[in-house]
């Protein structure tokens, strides 16, 4: 099998049924379905608002650390499966601190432990890009980006945003853009995805070194 790399992968819509069903149980949250098959159902795309609905409902029942190590070695085990050798994985922790008042170093920690176990059990390098939402408040936004700095030795190599970008434009967030690009993190924005070429001017202007989608820059 020939090596691959991914880079682009929401670790939070990557968790399996049935690990979801297992840690929302452990967490007290009740999901919409509570068998595997019912959630698979639910896991069908529809359109981008269904699967931000979809992609909300799974977060809001991560909580732990050990939540959070889970959904990498998970995923890793998965990715291994299929000839991965490097992950360049992608989760949202400015969500959580606002919805949940989560901590940022159990998120953090939870994941880049992960990543160690990942690399222990199935020698597959995982690195992380966390991602701000656009909507975010800015002050957690710049909270995120330094917070990703603090971790930059232990695996997090990026600072990206998502959601709906008819929502946001970029320009709130240029201060933590600087804050992770002074602390040596590339930025690596979702852009012209739903929104038009404008959305990836302005993601290039702000120096991004990857677009994630990026399919309206053809225009
Ligand atoms: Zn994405």
């Known amino acids: 099998m020939s090596a691959k790399i991914e880079l682009h992968v929401h670790l939070e819509g990557a968790i399996r049924p049935a690990t979801?069903?297992?840690?929302?149980?452990?967490?007290?949250e009740s999901l919409p379905a509570d068998t595997v098959e019912g959630l698979e159902a639910l896991y069908r795309f529809t359109d981008f608002r269904h699967f931000l609905?979809?992609?909300?409902?799974?977060?809001?029942?991560?909580?732990?650390?050990?939540?959070?190590?889970?959904?990498?070695?998970?995923?890793?085990?998965e990715a291994r499966a299929h000839g991965a050798v490097y992950l360049e994985a992608i989760f949202s922790p400015a969500e959580r601190v606002e919805s949940h008042a989560l901590d940022w170093d159990e998120m953090f920690t939870g994941y880049t432990e992960g990543a160690v176990e990942a690399r222990e059990r199935f020698g597959l390098t995982?690195?992380?890009?966390?991602?701000?939402?656009?909507?975010?408040p800015v002050e957690l936004a710049e909270e995120c980006a330094r917070v990703s700095v603090r971790y930059r030795d232990r695996g997090v190599v990026g600072l990206g945003i998502g959601g709906d970008e008819r929502?946001?434009?970029?320009?709130?967030?240029?201060?933590?853009?600087?804050?992770?690009?002074?602390?040596?993190?590339a930025f690596v924005p979702h852009a012209g995805e739903v929104g038009g070429p404008e959305h990836v001017r302005e993601a290039l202007d702000l120096g991004a070194v990857r677009l994630r989608h990026g399919i309206r820059a053809a225009e």
């Open 20 to 28: 979801l069903l297992d840690i929302a149980r452990r967490n007290g």
């Open 53 to 77: 609905s979809v992609w909300r409902m799974t977060t809001n029942c991560l909580r732990t650390a050990d939540d959070f190590r889970r959904v990498v070695v998970g995923y890793a085990q």
């Open 126 to 136: 995982v690195r992380f890009t966390p991602d701000l939402y656009r909507g975010c």
């Open 167 to 185: 929502r946001s434009t970029l320009a709130p967030y240029g201060k933590a853009v600087r804050i992770a690009q002074e602390g040596g993190l």
